[in-house]
């Protein structure tokens, strides 16, 4: 059971230069979402997705846009990557939305946005 | 602002003493989580706690919640160097949704031999 599924796991961009991050689950998780992880600041949510076709946005959306196509998928598009996006981001799902599901996480993408 | 905030930020400790790390959030809540961030990887469910109980046991976790102070510890007895990590409370406010969790900024738990 591969669980939530991140890659790359390291990637290094110029400033101005878009990627993807891609994410996938294999429990049938109709819940999925982004958080990014700085020093000092604990897990910031991007954006999240209620089930395919929905998403919606988190505390740090900015320069970042999700899609769910299929139940399994949400990748995470940077459109122009600043250096105040190094960052390490976490994808993570869980059964539903209702509080107190437990939420899986994959094992972290490094980005550094030179 | 984070609505969790642990207590110590770091904590050394050596292997089979206990230790007790602290969680202080602002508003009010439907659950409190805690989460384990081993170095380079991603975080993983310890525990969770209801807003209507006060005190939870898995093996050797024991996580108590004061909604009257706004507070969670967590407490690993007979560490081990195993237990090395980030610990993380994670609290969801009364919307009750999933969407709403939010992280505190970790306790750096060093167990050493």
């Known amino acids: 059971n591969a669980g939530v599924t991140q890659t790359p796991k390291f990637q290094v961009l110029k400033t101005g230069q878009s990627m993807t991050l891609q994410c996938a689950q294999d429990m049938n998780h109709e819940y999925m979402s982004w958080y990014r992880q700085d020093p000092g600041m604990g897990l910031r949510l991007i954006h999240y997705s209620v089930g395919a076709g929905i998403t919606d946005q988190g505390e740090v959306p900015n320069g970042y846009n999700v899609s769910r196509s299929t139940t399994e998928d949400f990748p995470l598009r940077l459109l122009s990557a600043a250096p105040s996006q190094t960052s390490v981001y976490f994808c993570?799902?869980?059964?539903?939305?209702?509080?107190?599901?437990?939420?899986?996480f994959g094992e972290g993408s490094w980005l550094t946005v030179v | 602002s984070q609505q969790g905030e642990e207590d110590p930020q770091a904590l050394s400790i050596q292997e089979g003493e206990n230790a007790t790390m602290n969680c202080s959030y602002k508003?009010?809540?439907?659950?409190l989580q805690w989460y384990r961030q081993n170095s380079g990887r991603g975080l993983v469910h310890l525990i969770l706690?209801?807003?209507?109980?006060r005190e939870k046991h898995s093996g050797r976790l024991r996580v108590t919640l004061d909604t009257s102070k706004k507070s969670s510890s967590l407490l690993i007895t007979a560490s081990r160097a195993a237990d090395t990590a980030s610990y993380f409370c994670?609290?969801?406010?009364?919307?009750?949704?999933?969407?709403?969790?939010?992280f505190g900024t970790g306790t750096r738990l060093q167990v050493t031999l």
């Open positions: 994670a609290t969801d406010g009364s919307t009750g949704t999933a969407s709403k969790l939010t």
């Open positions: 508003t009010s809540i439907n659950n």
């Open positions: 706690i209801r807003s209507n109980e």
């Open positions: 993570a799902s869980s059964y539903s939305l209702i509080s107190g599901n437990t939420i899986y």
